[in-house]
C-alpha cells in the first residue's frame, strides 16, 4: 500500500509564498515521477509540476518562473515552493506519485487548499 501525507497550503495574499510537502510511503518502486496537480473549481485537474528521480522538472506554463519543484529520493519527498502567487493559483493542489513496473500505477494525495487573495 502507498500513501501520500501532504503538508503546506493555506491562505496568502496575491505576491506572497507558500511552501507544499509530500511524502510518499509504503511499497514505492520504480518512481517514474513526483509532482502536483491543482484543481480549481469548475475547471479540470491540471498538472502544475513533476519532476523525475533524475531531477528532470516539468512545469505547466503559468507557473514558469514563479513555482519551483524540488526533492529528496532518500525521503521520497516532493516540495513546491510557490512564489508570487496570483489569485488564478488558487485550487485544491494535490500530490501525484507515479510508479512503473511492477505496480504501473498513479496514486495521489487527500488534496491541500491553496487560497489566494487580498
Known amino acids: 500500500q502507498v500513501q501520500l501525507v501532504e503538508s503546506g497550503g493555506g491562505w496568502v495574499q496575491p505576491g506572497g509564498s507558500l511552501r507544499l510537502s509530500c511524502a510518499a510511503s509504503?511499497?514505492?518502486?520504480?518512481?517514474?515521477?513526483m509532482g502536483w496537480y491543482r484543481q480549481a473549481p469548475g475547471k479540470q485537474r491540471e498538472l502544475v509540476a513533476d519532476i523525475t528521480p533524475g531531477g528532470r522538472t516539468n512545469y505547466v506554463d503559468s507557473v514558469m518562473g514563479r513555482f519551483t519543484i524540488s526533492r529528496d529520493n532518500a525521503q521520497n519527498t516532493v516540495i513546491l515552493q510557490m512564489s508570487s502567487l496570483k489569485p488564478e493559483d488558487t485550487a485544491v493542489y494535490y500530490c501525484?506519485?507515479?510508479?512503473?513496473?511492477?505496480?504501473?500505477?498513479?496514486?495521489w494525495g487527500q488534496g491541500t487548499q491553496v487560497t489566494v487573495s487580498s
Open positions: 509504503g511499497r514505492i518502486l520504480n518512481i517514474i515521477t
Open positions: 501525484n506519485l507515479n510508479l512503473g513496473w511492477p505496480l504501473s500505477q498513479a496514486y
